[in-house]
């Protein structure tokens, strides 16, 4: 059955193609430093998303043209559309996929209810899985949708929350178990707060940690050896929310000693919510070898909210790249596309143009990032910078060999120190040079 009919399977055709329905630069079998670009890059594509997501906005209902879908809450419908997400991912030529639990499968207002249906799709996905050879790169809970998380899941000021979130967790970890996923994320919606007027945040806090062990005993248990990861993001839905950076993340599982089971899922538009870069984002999370994953996507500088537009912006994708490949690449993640269509793109081949667009801009990256590698100049300027360090009073610091008191002893004996430009002006010419 084609339910994208006028879609061929798009391939790469190189950057003189005037067709639309092609790439121009992600060509998956080149390779570039030793790897194929579809081993570096990891495409992923969002069930909620492609599938679900009608485009509407706070102030209209949705757009999005879904003849595949009748609306209905019944399984048979989940079913199809998991058919026709995976004709979607065959004819994009994309390895992974990413789903929230209600994604999937319908929320039918009765845990156990809901639970079964679950249970009926994903076993349908499995065999979509085993058919044409996708992967699962992670699932995830919805706890976010349902008005009974309004006040929060896992930080809910009601116990009886918390307990029906662990148990929603439980099924979607048994769900991503189930389809060998690589990873499970948690982004925390509404783990966050309006006013402190009415929150404790240290038991909040203290909660949520709580259910994240809570997670790791129970991958423990059932032999789930995918990778947890936590997904930051600064506000939207919640005013304040707990994970709000990278840094904060990293601050959280240290202090509940979740480190050692978690990793980071960075997403390009929380980034830039949070009044950071995302390579800034990036590099913390590296530093702290807790990168796991991407969600691709990027905001409007000219609005405030997280519009999950798919990726274009090449300087982005290529400064990201360039952190990937210093990193040594992905292993458990990828670059998972969570973006949407305009609301005013509201035909299925939008779909295709976006993804398309996503990969190709990522394929960029790639190719860019390896060429400044490869050239030298950046890397070379970097290290020259720091070189006051490689011997003499800058290697004794960084040995903790001397005190206050000696490095008083030695500045007194210098004159004032002289810096060298930090020429950024320069560099931003040698990355201009390879874009
Ligand atoms: C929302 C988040 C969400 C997570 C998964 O802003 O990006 O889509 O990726 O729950
Ligand atoms: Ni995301
Ligand atoms: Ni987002």
Known sequence: MAYFPDVPKIVYEGSKSRNPLAFKHYNPDEIIEGKSMREHLRFAAAYWHVMRNSLSDPFGGGTALTPWDDLSDSVDNAKKRADVFFEFLGKMDIDYYCFHDRDIAPELNDFSKSTAAL???VAHLGDLQKETGKK????????FSHPRYAQGAGTSPDAHVFAYAAAQVKAAMDATHALGGLGYTFWGGREGYATLLNTDVKRELDHLATMLHMAVDYAKKIGFTGQFYIEPKPREPSTHQYDSDAAACLNFLREYNLLDHFKLNLETNHATL????MDHEVTVAINAGAL???DANQGDTLLGWDTDQFPTDLYGTSKVMLKILEMGGFTTGGLNFDAKRRRESHEPIDLFHGHIGGMDAFARGLKI???VRADGRIGDFVKGRYASWDTGIGADIE???VDFDQLTQWVTQKTEPVLASGRQEMLENVLNDFL
């Open 369 to 371: 990032a390896a060429a």
């Open 399 to 401: 040995k903790r060999a």
């Open 274 to 277: 949070a009044g950071h870069t």
């Open 136 to 143: 699962l790169l992670w699932g995830t809970a919805c706890l």
């Open 292 to 294: 796991g994953s991407i």
């Open 119 to 121: 249970e009926s799709v």
